[in-house]
């Protein structure tokens, strides 16, 4: 069977594992923080009907499991099919992207800067249950969270969706370990077009001081307020420009410009 769209975003992290992982088939458990989990069960993930759990080496060459990705179709890992999995990444990814931030508005001196948003948050936060956070540029002067809803609102950036499920109705081992030592998730994401758009849309140029702001949404649609570390970072030249491989003289280097705050309005919800 050959996947080659994605329908849930478990699918697609397996999909961007897979192309990492052809891209890089020597490299499995090879650091010290790594090599004490690879052989760990990964609860709650039975394999068998006699109980076994699935191990990370159980998963490695998924081909084995019935399935494969377009992009890596009949390819092997060796160096011969390296440059053509590359080529297609940038075909897919790469360009689209570039003629996309190519024709954004630039700074009044024509600045091309490249901006992301890094995102740590508590999975358990609402003891498990699952919960999206919106980031937006700028907290506009609203009377209502309903400001803060989603795309459709003022300054929006993205969202980002923890995916879990309560403690209190599916009992979970590990998840219960992971909360006990505090364990956290990161997100990143993009911000560049949505930043510029936002200089041409106030008149602001890019040394105007913008403090990202976010919002935490229940799965019953009401904000809550919660702790989380929200950091705006800047390169100075666009990421794509060097779409397959770093290029040793000119790296892609970015740098603290402006720490997140939660809304005012968290928590204020009566629906």
């Keep these: 069977m050959f996947l080659g769209t994605v329908d849930n975003p478990e699918s697609n992290i397996d999909r961007l594992t897979a192309i990492w992982q052809s891209l890089n088939w020597e490299k499995w458990?090879?650091?010290?923080?790594?090599?004490?989990?690879?052989?760990?069960?990964?609860?709650?993930?039975?394999?068998?009907?006699?109980?076994?759990?699935?191990?990370?080496?159980d998963v490695r060459e998924w081909q084995k499991l019935?399935?494969?990705?377009?992009?890596?179709?009949?390819?092997?890992?060796?160096?011969?099919?390296?440059?053509?999995?590359?080529?297609?990444?940038?075909s897919l990814y790469g360009r689209p992207v570039q003629n996309r931030l190519d024709n954004l508005p630039t700074g009044p001196d024509g600045e091309n800067d490249d901006y992301v948003i890094t995102v740590i948050y508590d999975k358990f936060a609402l003891n498990g249950a699952p919960y999206k956070i919106n980031l937006f540029l700028d907290e506009t002067e609203a009377s209502s969270d309903e400001k803060f809803r989603g795309p459709e609102s003022e300054g929006f950036v993205a969202s980002i969706y923890n995916f879990s499920g309560s403690l209190n109705s599916s009992p979970c081992g590990n998840c219960e370990k992971q909360k006990s030592e505090g364990v956290k998730c990161i997100a990143q994401v993009p911000a560049t077009i949505p930043m510029r758009s936002y200089w041409s849309r106030k008149g602001r140029s890019p040394d105007h001081k913008l403090q990202p702001v976010y919002l935490a949404w229940n799965n019953f649609g009401t904000s809550v307020k919660m702790d989380i570390e929200v950091a705006m970072h800047k390169s100075s030249r666009a990421y794509y420009q060097y779409p397959t491989r770093p290029e040793p003289g000119h790296p892609l280097s970015y740098g603290h410009i402006a720490t997140g705050r939660q809304s005012a309005l968290a928590g204020t919800s009566f629906r």
């Design 29 to 57: 458990f090879d650091d010290v923080f790594s090599k004490g989990a690879k052989n760990d069960q990964l609860r709650p993930f039975h394999k068998d009907s006699a109980g076994n759990f699935w191990k990370s080496d």
């Design 66 to 90: 019935g399935y494969d990705y377009e992009i890596l179709k009949g390819r092997g890992h060796g160096e011969e099919h390296r440059q053509e999995i590359l080529d297609d990444i940038n």
